[in-house]
Nanobody, 121 residues
Framework: QVQLMESGGGLVQAGGSLRLSCAAS????????MGWYWQAPGKQRELVAR???????NYADSVKGRFTISRDNAKNTVYLQMNSLKPEDTGVYYC???????????????WGQGTQVTVSS
């Protein structure tokens, strides 16, 4: 089984920075994409940033220019550099991985347990 280990969350003042990381380990096939989703209390989970194995990125409009996603394919790790944090960024951030088993076409969705990010005023 594939395991996702998230780290880097915590409490930070507005305007500060955090760096989230997520490392995949276990029975990994080929990771086609990695990303981060965000969920505020009482709200639905939504995409923050995503990056493919080839380096193509997608960002939520609310984080463009402030957050940067990157990955290390050799280490099966994705990072989210969060700068100029705002109180509205507060929530649980979940790592997401799409993994393709050998000889398969369909990707399998994997989720981390989430890491809390709290931004104070």
């Amino acid at each position: 089984q594939v395991q996702l280990m998230e780290s880097g969350g915590g409490l930070v003042q507005a305007g500060g920075s955090l760096r989230l990381s997520c490392a995949a380990s276990g029975s990994i096939g080929t990771i086609t994409a990695m990303g981060w989703y965000w969920q505020a209390p009482g709200k639905q989970r939504e995409l923050v940033a995503r990056i493919t194995r080839g380096g193509q990125t997608n960002y939520a409009d609310s984080v463009k220019g402030r957050f940067t996603i990157s990955r290390d394919n050799a280490k099966n790790t994705v990072y989210l550099q969060m700068n100029s944090l705002k109180p509205e960024d507060t929530g649980v951030y979940y790592c997401h991985v799409k993994d393709r088993a050998p000889a398969d076409i369909v990707d399998y969705d994997l989720w981390g347990q989430g890491t809390q990010v709290t931004v104070s005023s």
